[in-house]
């Protein structure tokens, strides 16, 4: 059974910093992409950063280049998204997943879901 468990979201000001965390257990966690998406109220699920099996390539959404960083550690099978300069429209449940690539991630190809961790910033 594949779980994919997310941490480190919670209330933070516009301008700080959050780094979330994705435990992917059950698969071969080396094998595939993994990546986060967002879906704030009343808005549609969005890709926000995608990284590739053995980390060579990243890709991000334009609204989070040069703010946001996506890595990943294959001992530990754990993602994760570090969160700086935070605005108001960052707020939003934020997802993890895995799929085979960030290529076809990007298309919402995804294979497994975490249950989402909520991401607000707000003075």
């Known amino acids: 059974q594949v779980q994919l468990v997310e941490s480190g979201g919670g209330l933070v000001q516009p301008g700080g910093s959050l780094r979330l965390s994705c435990a992917v257990s059950?698969?071969?966690?080396?094998?595939?992409?993994m990546g986060w998406f967002r879906q704030a109220p009343g808005k549609e699920r969005e890709f926000v950063a995608g990284?590739?099996?053995?980390?060579?390539?990243?890709d991000y959404a334009d609204s989070v280049k040069g703010r946001f960083t996506i890595s990943r550690d294959n001992a530990k099978n754990t993602a994760h998204l570090q969160m700086n300069s935070l605005k108001s429209e960052d707020t939003a449940v934020y997802y993890c997943?895995?799929?085979?690539?960030?290529?076809?991630?990007?298309?919402?190809?995804?294979?497994?879901w975490g249950q989402g961790t909520q991401v607000t910033v707000s003075s």
């Open positions: 059950g698969r071969t966690f080396r094998s595939y992409a």
């Open positions: 990284i590739s099996s053995l980390g060579a390539v990243t």
């Open positions: 997943n895995t799929a085979s690539a960030v290529a076809t991630m990007k298309t919402g190809q995804v294979d497994y």
